[in-house]
């Protein structure tokens, strides 16, 4: 078969990736073939790909092929994310928002997500605040924390078009509870975050709906011998699920592995809490994380595929468990594994293709191959 050269940004009607060793949920297919018509897998098989006209073939290279991964939490400039991410298999992604003015949240939330980017796809905002504790703020500006505020939420659910997917909030806070129906009534995720809350707040969030944890382990009230907090509940609780920054510096690697011994590959979502798509002009990197002047970190330089890696070798986790950390989880979380998470008839042509040493080698995105190193 005459070699084709595609260039990225090329989207053709049909596109069979053949000689890949498919992940999907539980196990690997080895000598599998996808393929994808008008922007969904069309259908999958093993062995001998099917000869077609009109379709553009691309050798995996017995290269590992896996659903596109998605990112819950990642800061920064949208074009940046969606450009930078891309290139190692990210395909869609939160916009997260750092605390800030309401007048300020209502203008960024009100902004177009997905119509300008060409890469990774926005698939809506996680609030980060403000409805946080000042005393585990971290690097978020403090000035701009406050409790509860119904009025606040109504309007940045209709100024973002029902695009708010995730909101952090601190169980301690005064009429936080209410913050939780009303955020579970516009199915919106509440996630436990930013917080002092003690164990038994942290049972009454979860009661209310709290499924879900902010960067678990990072600024949230710990474990001790007498007044476990949020942390011993999440571990000890099957209905929350984990999110973590699993770049070995936010979360030390035996802390990882503890995580993974208490919840089990279904209940952890890896994120990147990713700064560098940001004006960094005031950070500086110590010791692998984004620190501000003062040392406080700000954020991470990790990618998806970077903490799928690290899941496999610093825990021990097999690969497709750590794929579905970084793909199937999360579509769960925001609503959206009905069409991705997973690769299978009529689901979205989100795909990574990489190597067995984690290298990206292709990314293809409603089947459009925006990164191709193949």
């Not at 579905?324 to 009905?338: E, F, Q, R, Y």
Request: glycine share 6%.
């Amino acid at each position: 078969m005459k070699k084709q050269k595609i260039n990225s940004g090329y989207c053709p009607q049909a596109v069979l990736i053949h000689n890949a060793r498919l992940i999907n949920g539980d196990r690997i297919t080895d000598n599998s073939w996808i393929l994808i018509k008008n922007k969904k897998i069309f259908k999958t098989g093993r062995g001998l790909n099917p000869a077609l006209k009109d379709t553009i073939y691309i050798n995996a290279k017995a290269g590992y092929v896996a659903p596109g991964f998605i990112d819950l939490h990642i800061h920064g400039d949208i074009r940046k994310i969606s450009n930078m991410q891309v290139k190692t298999g990210t395909t869609g992604f939160l916009h997260s928002l750092h605390t800030r003015s309401i007048n300020q949240f209502s203008k960024l939330l009100s902004d177009s997500l997905d119509s300008i980017l060409i890469g990774s796809r926005c698939l809506g905002f996680h609030l980060e605040g403000p409805f946080i504790n000042k005393n585990m703020a971290g690097a978020q500006p403090k000035q701009f924390i406050i409790g509860p505020d119904a009025r606040a939420i109504k309007t940045w659910i209709k100024k973002s078009s029902e695009k708010i997917k995730i909101m952090t909030i601190a169980p301690e806070l005064k009429n936080s509870m209410s913050l939780i129906k009303m955020l579970r009534k516009n199915k919106i995720v509440a996630a436990i975050g930013h917080t002092d809350a003690n164990i038994d707040q942290t049972k009454k969030a979860i009661d209310y709906g709290c499924f879900y944890t902010t960067h678990v382990f990072n600024r949230m009230s710990g474990i001790s011998s007498r007044k476990p907090g949020v942390i011993a509940q999440v571990l000890l609780d099957e209905r929350i699920t984990a999110e973590v920054i699993a770049d070995s510096h936010h979360v030390h690697p035996d802390n990882l592995r503890l995580l993974v011994k208490c919840k089990g590959a279904d209940k952890i979502v890896l994120v990147s809490d990713s700064v560098t798509a940001m004006d960094r002009k005031s950070l500086k990197i110590v010791e692998g994380v984004y620190c501000m002047e003062n040392l406080t970190i700000a954020g991470s330089k990790l990618n998806l595929l970077q903490a799928v890696k690290n899941m496999v070798y610093l825990c021990g986790v097999s690969i497709t468990n750590a794929v579905k950390m970084a793909s199937l989880n999360p579509a769960k979380i925001i609503g959206v594994d009905n069409i991705k998470g997973i690769i299978t008839k009529g689901y979205d042509a989100d795909i990574v293709i990489f190597d067995k040493k984690f290298n990206c080698k292709m990314t293809i995105v409603n089947g459009n191959i925006v990164y191709n190193k193949i």
